[in-house]
């Protein structure tokens, strides 16, 4: 059984079939309720809205992917995101949204044989046949792109690495009026010192459609929390922590760099609360040049005593207030 209990609508419900309905029984329900409900054909009053719910319904159930989470986490779940344990690593885990445009969806779904073709225009708008004259046929318009997060920790963006991507995507069949559901591959060369922000565009991946170039796919470069830096352009931020007692006299501090050498950095200058120190050429590489890199800064968290003792408060008196 699925989650009942805030589920929003029921996209079974929608389209009146049973849970778990197949492909075939999803496409049946589909093509009976958007001809019935099509705004050209029916005027009453929420048939639109009606409509609506039926291509997002569709939208949904048509894709195994989306219909495996509504129907694993219901409609919270596919809107508001799942957790990335259920997809792996590759999940889309930032939610579901409608396109909202439903007579898009019904135009994918019939194709060539769209019994209202003849009321459209090449790009899909309503034709005013009030004006007569000849319509623009074959002017094909793209769906806007597809943008994704991509996730990467600090050692994929120091060394580069190979990223493969899952995506399902509506792809025509050979009669070019039907289409299927297919799984493809996309591969992404991370480059050493790319920044996030940094966008990889896959043209026209997206679903394919009788009269529209797929969208492109755009994946969008996001950095994952590091236990230990913080990453600043070409630089990397480390914060050590040292006993107040080390602040004043000096020490030594460890930094284990991204690639797993150990660093030992004297610090013989009094470390004050916003001392830092710089290690030249020990940040991330340059995506330009990455021979060349930018600094590692250290920056300080110095740990004060909870208590003294009036041996050591006399101590530090003659130390520092003589």
């Not at 059984?1 to 929003?8: D, K, L, Q």
């Not at 995101?81 to 007579?103: K, L, Q, R, V």
């Not at 930018?294 to 003792?309: A, K, M, S, V, Y």
Request: aromatic share 10%; glycine share 10%.
């Amino acid at each position: 059984g699925r989650p009942e209990a805030s589920m929003g609508q029921d996209y079974y419900v929608v389209l009146d079939i049973i849970a778990n309905a197949g492909d075939e029984q999803i496409k049946k329900a589909y093509r009976k309720l958007a001809l019935k409900y099509h705004p050209f054909k029916n005027r009453e009053p929420g048939a639109h809205q009606k409509f609506m719910q039926i291509g997002e319904a569709y939208d949904v159930l048509s894709d195994p992917r989306k219909k495996a989470v509504y129907d694993k986490f219901g409609e919270e779940g596919l809107k508001g995101g799942i957790p990335p344990s259920f997809g792996g690593e590759d999940a889309w885990t930032s939610g579901y949204t409608y396109h909202g445009n439903a007579e898009k969806t019904f135009r994918e779904f019939f194709g060539g044989d769209n019994p209202f073709a003849d009321f459209y225009n090449a790009d899909g708008s309503d034709v005013i046949t009030a004006f007569g004259g000849l319509r623009g046929r074959g002017v094909k318009k793209q769906d806007p792109p597809i943008e994704r997060d991509l996730y990467l920790s600090l050692e994929d963006l120091f060394y580069g690495c190979t990223k493969k991507i899952k995506i399902s995507r509506r792809v025509m069949n050979e009669d070019g009026h039907t289409s299927s559901i297919r799984d493809k591959i996309l591969s992404i060369e991370v480059k050493p010192g790319w920044r996030p922000g940094t966008r990889i565009t896959f043209p026209t991946e997206g679903d394919q459609g009788p009269n529209i170039i797929p969208a492109d796919i755009i994946f969008i470069v996001k950095e994952k929390p590091h236990p230990r830096f913080k990453r600043q352009g070409n630089d990397l931020i480390y914060v050590a922590s040292i006993a107040l007692g080390k602040a004043l006299i000096g020490c030594t501090i460890d930094v284990e760099t991204l690639d797993e050498r150990l660093l030992n950095i004297p610090i013989n200058d009094i470390v004050h609360p916003t001392y830092s120190k710089t290690v030249p050429g020990e940040g991330m590489p340059l995506s330009k040049d990455p021979t060349q890199k930018g600094d590692l800064i250290i920056t300080f968290d110095i740990h004060f005593p909870e208590r003294l003792t009036p041996q050591r408060k006399q101590l530090i008196r003659q130390a520092l207030l003589v």
